[in-house]
């Protein structure tokens, strides 16, 4: 029997919810009296919803402005600058003030990138693109980097940045953070991505007295045969457990205590149990190395951010820059919004004692919902088709 203390939400509160959100960030404007910013908002959420283009939804709401008017829209609506385009995208990702527990609380924050693949030219000039090793075709990306909190339940994403070719890691983490600091939350250790492994960025950390955790990459040519390993190649080489190193590069040095651990698997071709050697790079974090490879784990979290962005994403081919990262912020703001909803209306409990029921309301159900209410509100119900004359 269902309990008689039942609680309910609708498409059209999660409707509601989304665009005053990102209304009250004032990224867009009336653009005529067409193209209200009520109206490109909807479009764009239905665009995103069903992940699909903005010509795409254009043609089915019959409503609605045309592709071209909702781009130049865009284009003369959006913040010119890029400092101002992304503290405006990063107010929008918070459905609201924080609540004063997280306030009071100290949080672990996972920090990663994310390669789009490019296959075009930059719009304007080659800082635009991050260039790196081939994958998927091509050395070209949209380069972004996000910072999450990785706690059960509360897995908001609370910091995007758009990375150019010529910034260094130091810059943009040092963005992400003060993005967070300005939102009030403390911050308890940092769990950061295999590219943040460099003496400037460890150097940085310590100097802000950040507790940090990353793995350890090695670099350069391997050991001969013959000659003894030194280093990390010698660390590698130890049993499981915590040893002092030094990183050295032309003209800095940097201190960390490096954790050896193990973990198990299963061959993907002869499902063989396999042991594997990790090693994590760690500052004022203190735990066996079981305990700081099951901390680490925690980071891959921001993974499923990532997964759940590209089920909401807009898709398109335009060069610009400041577009794209507004189409990201719109995927992660949809999942922002699905996470505020589980933790304050579907969950079972509050604080520490959140009990999460995904089934209530699953990512893909809340998209459906909001597509369908935009239909509602820009389409007359007539038969989508497409007419054509020889």
Same mark, same amino acid.
């Given at each position: 029997?269902?309990?008689?203390?039942?609680h309910?939400i609708?498409?059209?509160?999660?409707?509601?919810c989304?665009?005053?959100?990102l209304?009250?960030?004032?990224l867009?404007?009336?653009?005529?009296?067409l193209?209200?910013?009520?109206?490109?908002?909807?479009?764009?959420?239905?665009?995103?919803?069903?992940?699909?283009?903005?010509?795409?939804?254009?043609r089915?709401?019959?409503?609605?402005?045309?592709?071209?008017?909702?781009?130049?829209?865009?284009?003369?609506?959006?913040?010119?600058?890029?400092?101002?385009?992304?503290?405006?995208?990063?107010?929008?990702?918070?459905?609201?003030?924080?609540?004063?527990?997280?306030?009071r609380?100290?949080?672990?924050?996972a920090?990663?990138w994310?390669?789009?693949?490019?296959?075009?030219?930059?719009?304007?000039?080659?800082?635009?693109?991050?260039?790196?090793?081939?994958?998927?075709?091509?050395?070209?990306?949209?380069?972004?980097?996000t910072?999450?909190?990785?706690?059960?339940?509360?897995?908001y994403?609370?910091?995007?940045?758009?990375v150019?070719r010529h910034?260094?890691?130091?810059?943009?983490?040092?963005?992400?953070?003060?993005?967070?600091?300005?939102?009030?939350l403390?911050?308890?250790?940092?769990?950061?991505?295999?590219?943040?492994?460099?003496?400037?960025?460890?150097?940085?950390?310590?100097?802000?007295?950040?507790?940090?955790?990353?793995?350890?990459?090695?670099?350069?040519?391997?050991?001969?045969?013959?000659r003894?390993?030194?280093?990390?190649?010698?660390?590698?080489?130890?049993?499981a457990?915590?040893?002092?190193?030094?990183?050295?590069n032309r003209?800095q040095?940097?201190?960390?205590?490096?954790?050896?651990?193990?973990?198990?698997h /299963?061959?993907?071709?002869?499902?063989?149990?396999v042991?594997?050697?990790?090693?994590?790079?760690?500052?004022r974090?203190?735990?066996?190395?079981?305990?700081?490879?099951?901390r680490?784990?925690?980071?891959?979290?921001?993974?499923?951010?990532?997964?759940?962005?590209?089920?909401? /994403?807009?898709?398109?081919?335009?060069?610009?820059?400041h577009?794209?990262?507004?189409?990201?912020?719109?995927?992660?703001?949809?999942?922002?919004l699905?996470?505020?909803?589980h933790?304050?209306?579907?969950?079972d409990?509050?604080?520490?004692?959140?009990t999460?029921r995904l089934?209530?309301l /699953?990512?893909?159900?809340?998209?459906?919902?909001?597509?369908?209410?935009?239909?509602?509100?820009?389409?007359?119900?007539?038969?989508?088709?497409?007419?054509w004359?020889?």
């Amino acid at each position: 029997m269902r309990s008689r203390m039942s609680h309910s939400i609708s498409s059209h509160e999660v409707h509601e919810c989304a665009i005053q959100g990102l209304l009250q960030a004032k990224l867009l404007k009336d653009h005529g009296w067409l193209c209200s910013a009520v109206v490109l908002w909807n479009v764009l959420l239905r665009a995103a919803a069903r992940r699909m283009s903005l010509f795409a939804a254009c043609r089915d709401l019959s409503e609605a402005p045309s592709d071209q008017a909702v781009y130049d829209s865009l284009a003369d609506g959006l913040p010119k600058t890029l400092p101002v385009l992304e503290r405006r995208l990063n107010e929008a990702l918070m459905t609201g003030p924080l609540p004063r527990w997280m306030r009071r609380r100290k949080w672990q924050i996972a920090i990663d990138w994310h390669l789009e693949p490019y296959y075009g030219e930059p719009q304007r000039s080659r800082n635009e693109l991050y260039y790196g090793k081939p994958q998927a075709g091509t050395t070209k990306f949209h380069a972004y980097a996000t910072a999450c909190i990785v706690q059960y339940g509360v897995r908001y994403t609370l910091a995007l940045t758009w990375v150019r070719r010529h910034e260094t890691t130091v810059v943009v983490l040092r963005r992400l953070l003060a993005r967070i600091r300005d939102i009030g939350l403390k911050i308890r250790c940092v769990l950061l991505d295999r590219a943040f492994y460099s003496v400037p960025v460890i150097q940085w950390l310590q100097s802000e007295e950040l507790p940090f955790l990353m793995p350890v990459v090695f670099r350069g040519r391997r050991p001969q045969r013959g000659r003894p390993r030194t280093g990390l190649h010698a660390l590698k080489r130890q049993k499981a457990g915590r040893y002092s190193h030094t990183l050295k590069n032309r003209k800095q040095t940097a201190t960390v205590a490096v954790y050896v651990a193990y973990r198990t698997h /299963r061959n993907r071709k002869d499902r063989r149990r396999v042991q594997q050697k990790l090693l994590f790079a760690a500052w004022r974090v203190s735990g066996t190395p079981t305990q700081i490879r099951e901390r680490y784990r925690l980071r891959f979290g921001i993974e499923t951010s990532y997964r759940q962005m590209r089920q909401a /994403r807009i898709v398109t081919c335009t060069r610009n820059p400041h577009q794209r990262l507004l189409f990201v912020a719109v995927a992660l703001i949809l999942r922002n919004l699905w996470v505020w909803l589980h933790q304050t209306r579907l969950s079972d409990g509050r604080g520490e004692q959140l009990t999460l029921r995904l089934e209530r309301l /699953r990512f893909k159900r809340l998209l459906d919902w909001i597509a369908h209410r935009v239909s509602t509100l820009l389409h007359d119900g007539s038969t989508p088709c497409v007419r054509w004359s020889d």
